[in-house]
Every structure is written in structure tokens, then in C-alpha cells.
């Protein structure tokens, strides 16, 4: 099956012949490694996405359930040298470690930001509630957030 994806605003045609999840088709097709590949469980959240907007955990996501859809990877949200205000956030409040889990952080925060410019502490933890870190206790990702969210 031929899958047409607008992958951080390119159109990619994908020739899908075995039943590919789209974070398989992201990393192992397309060589868009900013998002992990971990639990591939819908557990952890480093393998997220937005989807026509929407985050979502891109190991549970069919690439053909994705055919005709917009998909914005992190590479999509920042680049080397272009980094996307959360990512120089993160960076300034120690919110990054190994930097496993901080791909699917930033396509969350970014997530968050865009459909509530103002959240709360707890709103913030709410909409992380999905992304597991080994490293940091979450401290300096919540307060990389709230630095934006002070500065609006
Ligand atoms: S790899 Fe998708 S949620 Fe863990
Ligand atoms: S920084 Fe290592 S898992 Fe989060």
C-alpha cells in the first residue's frame, strides 16, 4: 500500500508492504531518528508526535491509519542552530540529561503551549503526565515549561 504522509511539511510517499506502526516508518523509512523508539506501548511517550495536530504516541499509530495526515516530528518543531524556544529552555533549566526521553518532552510541551499558552503547575504535570524520564525528576522539564509560560 502506498501511504502519502505530510511529514513536517514535505509530502512523502511511503511504500508500505508489511503492517508498519508510523514511529517504524519515521525511523526505519524516513531516518527521522528524533523520535524514540522505547517501549513501543504507548507507555512512555518518547515516541511522540503530533498527528493533524493532535499528540500522540507514534507506536500505537498504523502508518497506514496515517495516510492523507500532517505528522510533525521534533525535527519538524527545531533544528541544529534553530532550536525552538522550548528546546533553548530546557537546555537553560537542566531539563535534559541523557536526552532519551527529550524529543517526545518538547513535541508535548509544544503541544501543551499551543492549546494553553497560560497552564498551570498542575496543568503542566497533567499534560507530561504521558512521558516518562529516568533522569531528571521532572523538576527542570516543569520549570523549562513555566519559564515560557512566564515570559508570555
Ligand atoms: S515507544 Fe511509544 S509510548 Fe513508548
Ligand atoms: S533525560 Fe534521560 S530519560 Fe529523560
Known amino acids: 500500500m502506498n501511504v502519502r504522509l505530510i511529514v513536517n511539511g514535505r509530502t512523502i510517499n511511503v511504500e508500505v508492504t508489511t503492517p508498519l506502526s508510523l514511529l517504524q516508518v519515521l525511523r526505519e523509512e524516513l531516518g527521522l531518528l528524533g523520535t ?3 517501549c513501543e506501548q504507548g507507555e512512555c511517550g518518547s515516541c511522540s ?3 493533524n495536530g493532535d499528540l500522540v504516541c507514534s507506536c500505537l499509530v498504523m502508518a497506514a ?3 492523507d495526515l ?3 516530528t521534533v525535527e519538524g518543531i527545531g533544528t541544529d542552530g ?3 524556544p522550548l528546546q533553548r529552555a530546557f537546555v ?3 531539563a535534559v540529561q541523557c536526552g532519551f526521553c527529550t524529543p517526545g518532552f518538547i513535541v508535548a510541551g509544544v503541544h501543551l503551549l499551543d492549546q ?3 497552564p498551570t503547575s498542575g496543568e503542566i504535570r497533567e499534560a507530561l503526565s504521558g512521558n ?3 533522569c531528571t525528576g521532572y523538576g527542570g522539564i516543569e520549570r523549562a515549561i513555566q519559564s515560557l509560560v512566564e515570559g508570555t
Open 36 to 38: 524514540k523508539d522505547a
Open 49 to 51: 508526535i503530533l498527528l
Open 65 to 67: 491509519d496515517a495516510d
Open 70 to 72: 500532517e505528522v510533525t
Open 82 to 84: 534553530n532550536l525552538h
Open 92 to 94: 537553560e533549566h537542566g
Open 116 to 118: 494553553n499558552p497560560v
Open 132 to 134: 516518562l524520564c529516568r
